[in-house]
């Protein structure tokens, strides 16, 4: 439920929720919890990337509720889910009715983050801080590396559309610690 509340920019509902977890009785059953531990949305925001600050899950989603634009704090999600690998497990979910699973394919799968996602709407916002569309840039790039392989979520872009981002990055932000980091894009 939290996983979706995020992947689905359900903030308000997220802070809802997360009181839930007080009433989750422990010990915990291991098989309804083995994908999604309870205590990663505990999350400091410590684990960012080095030269970029989030804060506590909490305080983020609560600035989305309250700013659902917020480019500094739309980087945030996406670097949780980044360093937690956080995603819920639709494999329980697959029934083996391969005539029923087709009818309620979704296209963008409940739960599974898109860290790509935020990025993007960073990207287009004009009102961007700089350092937030640089590492906006920077991140929707790196969802391809090393290996050209999309490793975000969500929809694969071209690979010219990553050469616009890399393009960007590197002519409106020069001076960017993330220009300076990226060398490739892929």
């Given amino acids: 439920m939290l996983v979706r509340d995020l992947t689905e920019q359900r903030y308000a509902d997220w802070l ?7 009433s989750v009785a422990h010990p915990l059953v ?9 205590n990663h ?8 990337a080095t030269g970029y600050r989030c804060p506590r899950l909490e305080e983020v989603v609560t600035r989305l509720s309250q700013k659902d634009g917020d480019s500094h704090a739309l980087n945030c999600p996406g670097e949780f889910f980044r ?6 497990s639709l494999w329980a979910e697959t029934g083996g009715n391969g005539a029923l ?3 309620v394919k ?24 700089t350092a937030d569309q640089s590492y906006a840039l ?3 790039v790196m969802c391809y590396a090393p290996s050209g392989y999309h490793a975000c979520g969500g929809n694969e872009v071209s ?7 890399f393009s960007q990055l590197k002519n409106d932000y020069p001076g960017s610690i993330w220009a300076k980091k990226l060398k490739y894009y892929w």
């Fill in 101 to 103: 699973d087709s009818v």
């Fill in 138 to 140: 920077y991140r929707a």
């Fill in 83 to 88: 360093t937690t690998s956080v995603r819920v």
């Fill in 16 to 22: 809802q929720d997360k009181d839930l977890i007080r």
């Fill in 159 to 165: 690979i010219a559309q990553r050469q616009r981002w």
């Fill in 41 to 48: 949305f505990d999350w400091s925001g410590a684990q960012a």
């Fill in 30 to 38: 291991a098989p309804a919890f083995d994908d999604v531990q309870l």
């Fill in 106 to 129: 979704d296209d963008r799968p409940r739960g599974q983050p898109d860290r790509q996602h935020y990025y993007r709407q960073i990207i287009v916002n004009n009102k961007a801080e």
